[in-house]
């Protein structure tokens, strides 16, 4: 698992390994990047978690680490809302006709276990859980090749 963690005072890229967080980038040329980063710039982030814990780079133990979205700075943040009739009506929606988009702005994002803000206009959170998918991974296979 790769996660995001703030660590000597910026956010850095880290692979689980055990109960600890193996910092990534001391053995390569990327030191300091965190998982946007490194995605974007190429690197294979298997191989630098596997040079992380084989060559015994600064590690943080998880109980102790203190997390960062996975995504330090997103293009755009697009959701799928109301994409099923029960998570309609929980609302007290009726059945929509189509899925509802909307955007998310890259400021309203937080890491795992970090304390988020309740806006004044609101009485409660609505909890939603997202998925990423990265058009610059993507982008380097066709169509074809991702059916293979």
Known sequence: M?????????VRAAVAHGVRFAILGEAANSNGMELDALVRA??????????????GS??????DACYAPLLASPGKIIYLGLNYYDHAKEGG??????????LRAASSLVGHEQPTVLPRVSNKFDFEAGCVRSPTAASEHSSSQNLD
């Open 93 to 102: 929606r009726d059945k929509p006709e189509y899925p509802w988009f909307f």
């Open 58 to 63: 600064a590690s943080v133990k998880q109980s």
């Open 42 to 55: 190429g690197h294979d982030l298997v191989e630098m978690g596997r040079q992380a814990i084989s060559f």
């Open 2 to 10: 790769f996660v995001n963690l703030v660590f000597e005072g910026s």
